[in-house]
C-alpha cells in the first residue's frame, strides 16, 4: 500500500488471502524438501527433473514427494531442466506451474538472467491472442504474463540471483506494461464507437494521465501489492471521430473502469494487480478521473497533510512518448510541486509523522490482536508496520524530503535508498546510520517478498504455525525461525531508535520545561482581567505577576511585563492557529526560562520577543523550535553574546537550521565541495532567476551564521574568522559568475574571458561580516563585441549581488576603485588597465590607487587573467619611487581621511583616529611602494602584521617596535570586531584602554613619516 494509509492495503472483496491471519494449508513433507532443496543458507542446489513429467512430478510435490527427486551438479544452470525452487517454497507457483506445465520451461529459462520490460514485451506478444472480447483477451494474456513473471522472480530470488532492486523493478515494469498495453487496447477498442478524446478547440488528441503512487511511482513495488492510481486528464472537450461522441471526462471514466477491472478482476487465470483508488482527490466520495484544473483547485484547497506524503512518490505510469504527454507530465509537476514541497524548511512534519506513525502503530496493534509492540517472540508481528518496520524507514527518509525539498532538488528522488544516499551527501544524515536504516530495509523487504511468495498474499505478518516459521527461515538463508527473528531485531533495534529520535516528542516527559511556566499564567490572568475589566494593577511591582518575573531574575519586571501582555492582546498572536499559538506560548515560556539564567537577562529576554516576535507568523520556525531544545538553548545563547548576532537571527530566521548540526558548527568549511554543491543547486533551477538569487542568499548567510556560530563560542580568532568570511565571498562571486554568464542573452561564447579583482577588506582577506566588497572588473577578449556584453554582464552580476529578495541581500558591491572611480567605465580591457596603472598617457593612476594596489588580489573568474593580474601588480609595486614625495602624498592622503572622519567624543576611534589602524594601515602601504622595487618579498598580499613582521627582518623598521604594532593592529581588530558584535556603529573605546598600544602606532609612523 502508500506510505500514508493508517489502515494498510484495499484487499480485493472477497479474497481469502487478504486477511494476513489466515494461515495458508502446509504439506506435510514440504520442509525437508525445501531444506535438502535450498539448504540452510539459500544457496542455488538445483535437481534435474524429466521435462515430459512435470506435470505428474508437480502433483506429486504436493503430496510430499518432492524428495524423491534426483539431485544433479549445482553449478548446472543450463535451462535444459532442473527442480525449480519456485516450486518447491512458493504453494503459488506450484499452482501455477501444475495448471499450466509450459511455464516450467519458461521460467527455467527466464531465471537465467535478470528480467526486463523487453522480455516482458515480447511474452505478452506471444500470449495474447486477438479475440472479438478485447478485454477478456488482455486480461487472459496479462494475468498469464504476470504468473510467468512472479515465477521466475520467485526462482531467480530463491536462488540469491536477484537483488532486492530486480525484484522491485521487474514488478513496477510488469505493472506500467499492464497500464500501457491496457490503455492501448481499450482505447482502441473505445475509439471504434467514441472516436478519441480533444481538447476544446478539437486539435489535439487527450490522453488519460495515469499516476502510479507509492512503491509503483517509487518504483518499488512489492510482488504482492496492489497498485495506488490516479486518473487524470489535461482539459475538458469532447470525443471526435466516432459515431458518438463523450465529453472528455465521461470518456476517461469509461476507460479508467474497463482498465481496473482488465488489471484487478479475479478469473480463472487469476489477476493482474489490486487496484486501490482511494487516494484520488477526496477518495472514494472523488469522481473516479479528474482534470488537472480540478487537482490543483483541490490540493490547493482542501489537499492534506498526509497527502503530501503520496504525492512524494507520484508518478506518471502511463505512455509518456507523445507531445502532449510530455506536456502533460510537465504540467502536473508544475502543480504538485509547490503542493509536496515548501519554500521554506518545513519542520512542521516532524509533528505530523508522529501522529500519523501513532495512528499506524494503533492500526498495527489491532490487526495483531494487540501484539504488534516490541518484542521479537509477538504472535503475528507486522514488519511493515511494527517497531523498526519499514515504514519507519520510509518516514525516515521522507522527513527529509518534506524538510528540505523545497529547498534542494535533490531530495525529490523517490527510491527510499536514494533518499538516505542523497542524505548522507547532504550531510542530513551520518553514513553510519543511513547504512543500518538501509541494510534494514533491504533485509525487511526481501522478507516481505518471501512471505508474499507462499501464497501471492499481501501479507507483512510473520506466521506463526511452526512449519511457515522453518520454511521463511530458511528461505532467509538461517537456519532456523530464532536466527531469523535474532537477525531480523538486531536490524530492528537501530531503526527504532533512530525513529524514537528523530520523532519523539521533546516535551513528552516534560523534562526539558521550565521549572516555572511563567508565560501561560501571565495570559491566564490578561485574559481574566479583560473579561472582568477589573482586577490589581499588573504593572504594580507589588502586583504577582511582577514579583514572579522578579523573583525569576529579571530587573525590570513592569517593562517586561507590559511586553508580555501586549503581546498577549495583539492581534498578532490571536490570530495565530490553535497549534501554532500552542507552540508560541511554549516557547515564550522556555525563553523566559533561559533568559533568567543569563547576567543580562533584561537585554536577552527582549532580544528573545523581538526574535519570537518575528518569527511567530511562521508555523515551521515554531516547530522546529518545539521539536529541538537544543536549537532553543543555542538561540538563547546566540540572542545572549551578541545585539548584531541577535539582529542577523531575526532578520533570517530559516538560519535556525543550523542550530540543529552540532557536526557543521565545529568544522572548517570545505570549499570546494561548498561550491560544487551551490553550482549544482542553481543548475538544477537554471532559468528561475529568483529562486537562484534566493539560493545563493540562503546559503551565503547560512555559512556566515556558521562562522559566527563558532566566533561566539570562541573556537575562531579574528583572523581566522576574517579568511573564512573572505573565501566564502570568493565562492559566491565564483558561483553568482557562472550563473549569470547563462542567463545573459548576449553572450557570444561559452566562458567568459572577465576576472573579478578584489580591493580593501576583500582584496586584504580582512573581511567582517557586514563589509561590503570593493571590487574591479577586468576582461581581455578581442571579439567586438566584447565591450558591451561585458558591461551588460557586469551589471547584471551587480544586480544579482545587491537585490533585496525574499531571501535577503546578498552583498553591498563598491566599483568606485576602478580606473576613473566613478567616472570610468564599469569594466575594464586588461590592456588599458595596464596602462593606466603604469601612467602610460594621459590617463593615469593616482599614488592612492596604487595603495589600494597593495592589498589586492585576483578572487574569481578566469584564471589565466587573474594570473597576468598577480604578475602586474607585482610589476607595479617594484616600480621606483621618489621617497619624499610618496612620503608627502601619503601624509597628505592620511589628513583627508581623518578630516573625512571627525570624532567629536572623548573615546578612541580604534580605525580613524590617530594612532589607529588606519595609521598602521598607510605605513604598510608606503613601506610596500618604497622598497618592494628592492624587496619583492614585500608585494605579497600576507596582511599588515606579516608585512610588518617582514619589513622589520629587513631593516627598514625596528623590529621591536614592528611586532609591537603588529600585536596593536591584532588587539584593534579584535576589540573592534567584538564592538561590532555588541552592535556598535563605530569602533570607539576610552583612550586609556589602549594607551600603550596607539603610543606604539605613534612612534612608527613618526620614524616613518617624522612629524607630519
Not at 482488465?262 to 466520495?285: I, Q
Not at 512518490?313 to 507531445?323: C, E, M, T, Y
Not at 528523530?502 to 501561560?520: I, K, N, R, S, V
Not at 558584535?981 to 584602554?993: C, E, F, I, K, M
Request: charged share 25%.
Amino acid at each position: 500500500m502508500t506510505a500514508i494509509d493508517p489502515t494498510g492495503s484495499a484487499p480485493a472483496a472477497g479474497d481469502p488471502n487478504a486477511d494476513p491471519n489466515i494461515e495458508p494449508n502446509i504439506e506435510p513433507n514440504i520442509e525437508a524438501n525445501i531444506e535438502a532443496n535450498i539448504g540452510p543458507r539459500g544457496d542455488s542446489n538445483p535437481a534435474q527433473y524429466d521435462a515430459s513429467a512435470t506435470s505428474a512430478a508437480l502433483g506429486n510435490m504436493a503430496e510430499g514427494a518432492f524428495a524423491t527427486m534426483p539431485a544433479m551438479d549445482p553449478s548446472r544452470l543450463d535451462g535444459e531442466g532442473h527442480v525449480l525452487y519456485s516450486a518447491a517454497y512458493s504453494h503459488y507457483a506450484r499452482r501455477v506451474l501444475q495448471a499450466r506445465p509450459e511455464v516450467a520451461e519458461v521460467v527455467t529459462r527466464a531465471a537465467t538472467a535478470p528480467l526486463t520490460r523487453a522480455w516482458m514485451e515480447a511474452r505478452l506478444s506471444a500470449l495474447h491472442e486477438p479475440a472479438a472480447d478485447v478485454d477478456a483477451a488482455a486480461g487472459r494474456a496479462l494475468r498469464r504474463l504476470r504468473a510467468e513473471v512472479m515465477c521466475a522472480i520467485v526462482e531467480r530470488d530463491l536462488r540469491g540471483a536477484a537483488t532486492l532492486a530486480e525484484v522491485t523493478g521487474a514488478m513496477t515494469d510488469l505493472a506500467e506494461l499492464a497500464i500501457q498495453h491496457g490503455l492501448h487496447v481499450l482505447g482502441n477498442d473505445l475509439a471504434a464507437t467514441f472516436g478519441r478524446p480533444t481538447c476544446q478547440q478539437g486539435s489535439e488528441v487527450q490522453e488519460l494521465v495515469v499516476v502510479g503512487m507509492g512503491k509503483l511511482g517509487g518504483r518499488e513495488l512489492n510482488v504482492s501489492s496492489d497498485i495506488d492510481l490516479i486518473f487524470l486528464y489535461d482539459e475538458d472537450g469532447e470525443t471526435q471521430g466516432g459515431t458518438r461522441s463523450l465529453s472528455n471526462h465521461e470518456y476517461f471514466i469509461r476507460l479508467g473502469r474497463r482498465l481496473i477491472n482488465l488489471l484487478s478482476e479475479v478469473t480463472a487465470d487469476g489477476y493482474v494487480f489490486r487496484v486501490d483508488m482511494r487516494l484520488r482527490p477526496n477518495g472514494d466520495a472523488g469522481p473516479l478521473v479528474c482534470s488537472l484544473g480540478m487537482l490543483e483547485e483541490y490540493l490547493i484547497v482542501q489537499g492534506r497533510e498526509w497527502e503530501r506524503y503520496a504525492w512524494i512518490k507520484g508518478r506518471i505510469v502511463s505512455a509518456q512518448d507523445s507531445p502532449h504527454a510530455q506536456r502533460t507530465a510537465a504540467l502536473l509537476e508544475r502543480l504538485t510541486t509547490p503542493f509536496i514541497f515548501r519554500r521554506y524548511l518545513d519542520y512542521g512534519v516532524i509533528a505530523a509523522i508522529r501522529s500519523l506513525h501513532a495512528q499506524i502503530r494503533a492500526e498495527a496493534a489491532k490487526r495483531s490482536g494487540g501484539l504488534a509492540g516490541h518484542g521479537m517472540n509477538q504472535r503475528s508481528f507486522n514488519i511493515k508496520l511494527g517497531r523498526g518496520g519499514i515504514r519507519e524507514i520510509e518516514f525516515m527518509a521522507q522527513v527529509f524530503q518534506l524538510i528540505r525539498g523545497g529547498q534542494d532538488p535533490a531530495l525529490r528522488v523517490r527510491p527510499t535508498l536514494e533518499v538516505l544516499a542523497v542524505a548522507v551527501e547532504r550531510n542530513l544524515l551520518p553514513a553510519g546510520q543511513a547504512e543500518q536504516l538501509a541494510d534494514a530495509y533491504r533485509f525487511l523487504r526481501q522478507l516481505e517478498h518471501r512471505l508474499q511468495y507462499r501464497d501471492d498474499a499481501q501479507t507483512h505478518h510473520l506466521p506463526t504455525a511452526p512449519e511457515e516459521q522453518h520454511a521463511v527461515a530458511l528461505s532467509m538463508g538461517c537456519e532456523d525461525w530464532q536466527a531469523l527473528l535474532e537477525r531480523m531485531h538486531a536490524l530492528q533495534e537501530p531503526v527504532a531508535q533512530q525513529f524514537e529520535a528523530t520523532f519523539a516528542d521533546p516535551y513528552a516527559e516534560g523534562d526539558t520545561q521550565p521549572a516555572e511556566e511563567l508565560w501561560p499564567e501571565l495570559v491566564r490572568e490578561e485574559a481574566a482581567t479583560r473579561a472582568s475589566q477589573e482586577g490589581p494593577d499588573e504593572t504594580d511591582p507589588e502586583s504577582t505577576p511582577c514579583q514572579r518575573l522578579q523573583a525569576a531574575g529579571f530587573s525590570d519586571c513592569t517593562g517586561l511585563y507590559d511586553r508580555l501582555r501586549a503581546i498577549a492582546t495583539s492581534v498578532r498572536y490571536r490570530a495565530l492557529s490553535e497549534t501554532s499559538r500552542a507552540r508560541f506560548d511554549q516557547l515564550v515560556n522556555r525563553a523566559l526560562d533561559l533568559a533568567a539564567r543569563q547576567e543580562d537577562a533584561d537585554s536577552t529576554i527582549a532580544r528573545f520577543l523581538d526574535f519570537l516576535d518575528a518569527i511567530s507568523r511562521r508555523a515551521s520556525y515554531l516547530s522546529l523550535l518545539s521539536e529541538y531544545p537544543q536549537a532553543m538553548d543555542r538561540v538563547a545563547h546566540t540572542l545572549h553574546a551578541s545585539r548584531w548576532a541577535a539582529a542577523y537571527l531575526t532578520r533570517h530566521p530559516q538560519l535556525l537550521d543550523e542550530l540543529l548540526d552540532s557536526d557543521a558548527l565545529a568544522g572548517a568549511p570545505d570549499w570546494p565541495a561548498f561550491r560544487q554543491r551551490l553550482a549544482d543547486r542553481l543548475a538544477a533551477s537554471d532559468g528561475q532567476v529568483e529562486t537562484q538569487m534566493d539560493i545563493l542568499r540562503r546559503e551565503h548567510h547560512a555559512e556566515t551564521f556558521r562562522v559566527l556560530l563558532q566566533d561566539l563560542r570562541g573556537t575562531l580568532t579574528v583572523e581566522q574568522i576574517a579568511d573564512r568570511l573572505s573565501d566564502l565571498a570568493d565562492a559566491m562571486l565564483e558561483v553568482t559568475l557562472q550563473a549569470v554568464w547563462r542567463q545573459l542573452a548576449t553572450r557570444h561564447t561559452e566562458t567568459p574571458r572577465f576576472a573579478v579583482i578584489a580591493y580593501g577588506r576583500l582584496g586584504g582577506k580582512e573581511l567582517g561580516y557586514s563589509s561590503d566588497l570593493d571590487i574591479v572588473f577586468l576582461y581581455d577578449d578581442p571579439h567586438e563585441r566584447a565591450p558591451e556584453v561585458y558591461a551588460a554582464y557586469a551589471r547584471r552580476l551587480i544586480t544579482w549581488l545587491t537585490s533585496h529578495t525574499a531571501a535577503g541581500m546578498l552583498f553591498d558591491v563598491d566599483t568606485r576603485l576602478r580606473p576613473n572611480g566613478e567616472a570610468g567605465l564599469l569594466v575594464t580591457s586588461f590592456d588599458a588597465f595596464r596602462r593606466y596603472q603604469f601612467r602610460e598617457g594621459d590617463n593615469t593612476a593616482w599614488v592612492w590607487e596604487h595603495q589600494a594596489l597593495t592589498r589586492a588580489r585576483f578572487c574569481a573568474g578566469d584564471a589565466e587573467i587573474g594570473a597576468r593580474f598577480e604578475s602586474l601588480r607585482q610589476d607595479v609595486l617594484c616600480q621606483p619611487r621618489d621617497a619624499d614625495a610618496l612620503r608627502a602624498e601619503i601624509v597628505e592622503m592620511r589628513g583627508k581621511v581623518s578630516d573625512g572622519h571627525p570624532n567629536p567624543t572623548a573615546l578612541f576611534d580604534l580605525k580613524h583616529d590617530r594612532g589607529g589602524m588606519v595609521d598602521i594601515e598607510f605605513t604598510v602601504q608606503y613601506l610596500v611602494l618604497l622598497h618592494s622595487r628592492a624587496h619583492p618579498a614585500l608585494t605579497r598580499n600576507a596582511g599588515n602584521i606579516a608585512l610588518l613582521r617582514i619589513a622589520g627582518e629587513l631593516g627598514l623598521i625596528d623590529t621591536t617596535l614592528a611586532g609591537e604594532v603588529g600585536d596593536a593592529y591584532r588587539l584593534f581588530r579584535a576589540r573592534q570586531h567584538q564592538l561590532r558584535l555588541d552592535g556598535h556603529a563605530q569602533a570607539r573605546v576610552p583612550a586609556a584602554s589602549v594607551a600603550n598600544e596607539t603610543a606604539r602606532v605613534r612612534a612608527l609612523w613618526t620614524a616613518v613619516f617624522g612629524d607630519g
